[in-house]
């Protein structure tokens, strides 16, 4: 990289609020963005994404982002699959390689034949199980991590290991102020200190000489990868990330049960309103008003257990409620009788399930499922009429809006067959099975 180019893409920078206690400063482009505070307060997650501990860049104002998310995904009937099955439709039949060829025509070939050092890369690093892994981690938070080991004299590759992203933070700031030196991995960030490091590799980066120079001594190095996340000069943000806002959609559809559940509960336990006449004491017991309130109360409780008694049965256990409306005696009108009334929740339910169904489309859209593979369609939607049509073509369409995703979870492996001297036409991607219709083909389906 030029000097010039270097000085363009970055510049160091201070930003200090109007009460002059929070700066901010670092380098702009895609490397560095650190925070301090004059008074050692943190700055809050509405604020940044990360900020500088001095020692590895908090993920979150409390260094707990993904954990965050991941815990409100875990609460969710509606998330959790969804993700695990975008995954699935994504991964098909799982990892392939093939060499491509581009004739003077523009015609594509594409030849998926064995590569022996290729195949013992593949089967030694279980890599379909990885790609699951950082999947996974992509549809979680965004981010992915990954390790490389070193053949001893440094000439190959040899093992590609997972990080989980959950686990995983950018190190220090190293001493050209452009890049980090490390990713500091622990499955407890509540001892930061117990965190082990691993050289950090940057993107840019990505030279077999800068390798060989800068890991010489650990002979490993780690790797992130996201889509691309403008404002984000550390950790990515989530395409589906507005959804894990506080009080989103997310969050009220894991609310729903709960809210429902007492709903139940509560029409459970009074399942019937009896409303009584309050003048029905006084005709019924002419000394009433001359009795001592306990005398009242007891003989209220002996009348209302006649009518539990009569109203209760083993399949209709219910508790009853009660309460008192006065008469007019003035008027001289009849007394009015007693009401029972069965208490029912119908609306509530109902209205709690329909805005439901908006959250679970909600969710499924951030996520960006087809609505016809995730089951999730608006009220009085019928989309294909049951031919099955519309999960074909939303299949193809959800492979079709993939490649940037499956480009961003295989990048490490680009790196590698760079690296070990693979044929420099090797792609990668994944296997699919692509439904037809029996005039296309009689089997009904198709591989591509």
């Known amino acids: 990289m030029s000097k010039g180019r270097k000085q363009h893409q970055h510049q160091l920078f201070t930003v200090t609020n109007k009460d002059g206690v929070i700066h901010k400063t670092g380098i702009i482009g895609p490397a560095i963005v650190s925070l301090e505070t004059q008074s050692g307060a943190k700055p809050t997650a509405e604020l940044y994404s990360s900020y500088d501990t ?22 969710s009937t509606t998330a959790y699959p969804l993700l695990a099955k975008l995954v699935s439709i994504m991964f098909g039949k799982g990892l392939y390689y093939w060499t491509e060829t581009i004739d003077k025509d523009g015609n594509i070939s594409r030849d998926f034949s064995s590569i022996a050092e290729v195949d013992e890369f593949v089967s030694q690093n279980y890599l379909n199980r990885l790609m699951l892994q950082r999947f996974m981690d992509y549809k979680f938070c965004g981010n992915m991590f990954c390790e490389f080991i070193l053949s001893t004299d440094m000439s190959k590759i040899n093992r590609l290991n997972h990080l989980e992203a959950e686990f995983s933070r950018f190190g220090k700031i190293d001493s050209t102020k452009s890049n980090f030196e490390n990713i ?36 490993k190095f780690s790797m992130h990868s996201a889509l691309p996340s403008p404002g984000r000069t550390i950790y990515a943000f989530p395409p589906h990330g507005a959804v894990f806002r506080t009080n989103g959609w997310l969050d009220y559809a894991n609310s729903v049960p709960e809210i429902m559940n007492k709903i139940n509960k509560t029409a459970a336990d009074i399942k019937y309103h009896i409303r009584i006449p309050y003048n029905y004491w006084l005709l019924t017991n002419p000394e009433w008003n001359t009795l001592e309130v306990e005398k009242q109360n007891e003989l209220i409780d002996k009348k209302l257990a006649e009518i539990k008694d009569f109203l209760k049965t083993e399949t209709n256990p219910e508790a009853t409620f009660y309460s008192h409306y006065a008469t007019d005696p ?19 339910k109902d209205l709690y399930l329909t805005s439901l169904q908006e959250a679970d489309i909600q969710i499924s859209r951030a996520w960006g499922i087809d609505s016809s593979l995730s089951n999730i369609q608006p009220e009085g939607s019928s989309l294909g009429a049951g031919s099955g049509s519309d999960k074909r073509v939303g299949f193809d369409n959800q492979i079709n809006a993939s490649y940037a995703d499956i480009l961003m979870v295989v990048e490490p492996l680009y790196f590698v067959g760079k690296y070990n001297g693979w044929p420099s036409n090797l792609k990668w991607g994944f296997l699919h099975d692509v439904a037809t219709t029996l005039n296309q083909n009689s089997t009904g389906t198709e591989t591509k």
């Open 184 to 219: 500091k991995y622990t499955g407890d960030w509540s001892k930061p200190s117990d965190a082990i490091d691993i050289p950090y590799l940057k993107t840019s980066d990505f030279s077999i000489d800068t390798v060989k120079s800068k890991f010489s001594s650990k002979k």
């Open 54 to 75: 001095g020692e590895y860049q908090s993920w979150g104002a409390g260094n707990d982002q993904p954990k965050v998310w991941r815990e409100k995904i875990e609460k």
């Open 330 to 348: 003035v008027t001289g009108k009849p007394l009015a009788g007693w009401e029972i009334i069965n208490l029912n929740d119908n609306k509530k």
